[in-house]
């Protein structure tokens, strides 16, 4: 005799929406690989036959001209007989988002970074660009410098990713709503319900930076368990226990961010919640004793003003109503024991229904915090802990470099003196040639001046070597910000690089020019290779800026000197104090150079500068300080209040200066 999950094992039912088109009709479902052509089907007693077949619907032509119904159920012809099968069917709705619009995997790092920045906000692509930018750090923290071999790992690591991000991708909601269950696969379980039969969840929750509620991230995971009995639950845990693999009969699903306050009790709450409210008929598994104490009290009142003291009341009084309808068990499990072996095999089955809620929400929570864009400004934010992050940043703009001198230089490279006064390739024109080319003749004519900056030391030495290098790469000057931001650098690099590399300022003569040429942010990324910038050199450097700033002043190109200088001193106390760095002590003779500047800061936005060393105040003196006290003591505790912290100084500014935007 076959049980109600036997049965919704055995066939899988999906509704379809039924659309009149003359003699044909065209049933729209999420899988329709089981059909094929001429196949016989009866839909709502009228016997038709498949004559086209797409991916998510089915065009069939009736035997009869019959009237059609305006809505109607399909049986696919091929039923699933085995848990493994079941298991697939149920997974398979995961998938679907990811199927639907295929990325073709990339086949060079042109590819990489071209998919990079442009997806950057986009959901999909965000877990992508985070496997990539940890397969980058990963291949530069072993020191490679086979370019092929960094080809290899990224396109692998891109693979990868996409197999294992397209189930959470679309599985985290980014919209703080609740998940909804594909409508087919909920009717089947939904009539499960309805039968009487006993549905088993497990659920769990997963919190990042629990300290801080406003960095957090908060996600929820559900569970379902698709055994028919304790005999087969006990035979899964057995092929567990022997190293096999995970009960395929738990499956994922729903899995979503928590809305609203992000704390992990909030989370588990919300996994059972969300259970209550759609199921009659429920056995939950959770590891949360806290939820597990808040359900006892909604259980034993009838009156839900008793709950107005209980913490998240909005959801504590969703809970109330689902508890008093239905047919409801919670039982406690063991959390991370699932390695217990001298336990029954019922229990280390319960388990592992819990470690495999646990998991979808970690994951889930993983992938939210794993945008491209926070990776990017952690790189500049934490200098002095993450080398690896600004060496990772001095490749991803060197190959950039090499490529645009190629693309407009390989012509002329040869006898070419002067360059026209054009602005540079647009982004999409850069990396589709990044795609293209694999040789780089301009690249190895510099290549060895470029190894030998590893064994300079900052003075002249390093000085000749990089005029030197610069002026063969020939690049044109007076860009705009718009094609600095075109050729792939934010502000907020630009602004590091100002600060970084203080010889961006060096004198390079030009034929038939007078005066002095400002190397550019990109510039001395590129002739800075892989070099160990060390904070106290960063301090010097920052110093050296400042005192050649003052030689420049006289010079035609001052103007716009000026205005990196500017974001430069306006970004430099967010990045040298989320450094543990006190400018005033390595520095000393700072306070002297930026008094003398001082005209030119006040005429070009107005400021007074009362601790001139350290930080522009505004009349709200209280306010800043109290921030600025934030980030000294972030340092200490190496927290991510650092990030935060930074943030509000980045929006107090942009704030106070109407729009103005790095």
């Given at each position: ?6 049965q ?39 016997p038709?036959?498949v004559?086209?077949i ?6 069939v ?8 119904p ?14 493994e ?5 149920l ?16 086949s ?14 986009s ?32 396109s ?20 703080h709503?609740?998940p ?20 088993s ?5 997963s ?7 406003n ?9 379902i ?6 005999a ?19 499956c994922?699903?729903?899995v979503?961010?928590t ?25 939950v ?43 409801r ?19 280390l ?11 979808v ?17 952690d ?6 802990a ?19 001198a190629?693309l ?31 040789a ?34 020939r690049?044109?000057?007076n ?20 600060m ?7 004198p ?38 400042c ?26 106390g ?20 930026l ?16 601790d001139?060393p ?20 972030s ?21 106070h ?6």
């Open positions: 005799m076959q049980t109600p999950l036997t919704l094992r055995s066939t899988e039912t999906r509704e379809a929406i039924v659309v009149p088109e003359g003699e044909t009709l065209t049933l729209y479902a999420d899988h329709c690989k089981a059909f094929t052509k001429d196949d016989q089907l009866e839909i709502a007693n009228v038709c036959k004559i086209h797409a991916e998510h619907f089915v065009q032509k009736p035997h009869s001209t019959a009237d059609w305006a809505e109607a159920t399909i049986h696919q012809h091929q039923a699933h007989t085995t848990p099968d079941m298991c697939q069917a997974d398979a709705y995961w998938t679907q988002f990811w199927t639907k619009e295929p990325d073709p995997p990339p060079d790092l042109g590819d990489i970074l071209q998919y990079v920045p442009a997806q950057m906000h959901k999909r692509c965000a877990a992508v660009s985070a496997y990539c930018l940890t397969a980058l750090r990963n291949f530069l923290r072993m020191q490679r410098q086979d370019w092929k071999t960094l080809l290899n790992e990224i692998a690591a891109y693979q990868t990713a996409a197999q294992q991000a397209a189930e959470w991708l679309h599985l985290c909601n980014w919209t709503t609740e909804d269950i594909q409508p087919g696969l909920y009717q089947a379980v939904h009539a499960v319900d309805m039968q009487g039969a006993p549905l969840f497990y659920t769990d929750g919190c990042q930076f629990p300290a801080h509620p960095e957090s991230y908060s996600t929820y995971s559900v569970i368990d698709t055994a028919t009995d304790d087969e639950r006990e035979e899964h845990a057995k092929h567990y226990a022997t190293g096999q693999h995970m009960p395929c009969t738990l994922s699903l729903a979503a961010r809305p609203g306050e992000q704390r992990i009790h909030r989370a588990e709450l919300y996994a059972i919640v969300y259970i209550c409210e759609r199921f009659q008929n429920t056995i598994h959770t590891d949360s004793a806290v939820t597990l104490a808040a359900i006892r009290r909604c259980q034993n009142t009838s009156n839900p003003d008793t709950l107005h003291d209980m913490e998240d009341l909005g959801l504590v009084l969703r809970l109330w109503v689902t508890l008093h309808t239905g047919n068990q919670f039982l406690k499990v063991k959390a991370h024991a699932e390695e217990d072996s001298q336990v029954p095999w019922l229990t089955y319960h388990r592992l229904g819990n470690k495999r809620a646990n998991d929400a970690i994951t889930a929570n993983e992938f939210l915090l794993a945008p491209l864009v926070q990776e990017m400004q790189m500049h934010k934490d200098l002095a993450q080398r690896h992050h600004l060496a990772q940043l001095l490749r991803y703009h060197l190959e950039v470099i090499r490529r645009h190629e407009k230089f390989i012509k002329q490279q040869e006898e070419a003196t002067t360059l026209p006064e054009q602005a540079l390739p647009t982004r999409q024109a850069v990396f589709h040639k990044l795609c293209q080319y694999q780089d003749p301009c690249w190895s004519r510099v290549a060895p001046q470029v190894q030998e900056l590893r064994h300079c030391t900052w003075g002249p030495t390093l000085t000749a070597k990089l005029q030197d290098w610069c002026n063969q790469i690049w044109p000057t860009r705009t910000d718009d094609e600095i931001q075109n050729a792939g650098l934010t502000w907020i690099e630009m602004v590091l690089s100002f970084i590399f203080a010889r961006c300022f060096l390079v003569k030009r034929p038939g020019q007078e005066g002095v040429m400002m190397l550019t942010p990109i510039q001395s990324f590129a002739a800075l290779k892989a070099y160990d910038v060390k904070l106290s050199e960063l301090a010097n450097l920052f110093a050296i800026f005192k050649q700033l003052q030689d420049l002043q006289d010079t035609p190109i001052f103007p716009e000197v000026e205005r990196g200088l500017v974001r430069s001193l306006y970004i430099q967010a990045a040298f104090f989320s450094s543990g760095f006190r400018i005033r002590a390595v520095v000393p003779f700072q306070t002297e150079v008094s003398s500047l001082q005209p030119y800061l006040l005429r070009h936005r107005g400021r007074a500068f009362v001139i350290e930080f522009p105040i505004e009349p709200d003196e209280a306010m800043f300080l109290q921030v600025k006290s934030e980030l000294r003591q340092w200490d505790s190496r927290t991510a209040m650092t990030h935060k912290a930074a943030r509000r100084i980045t929006d107090w500014y942009s704030l200066e109407g729009g103005w935007k790095w």
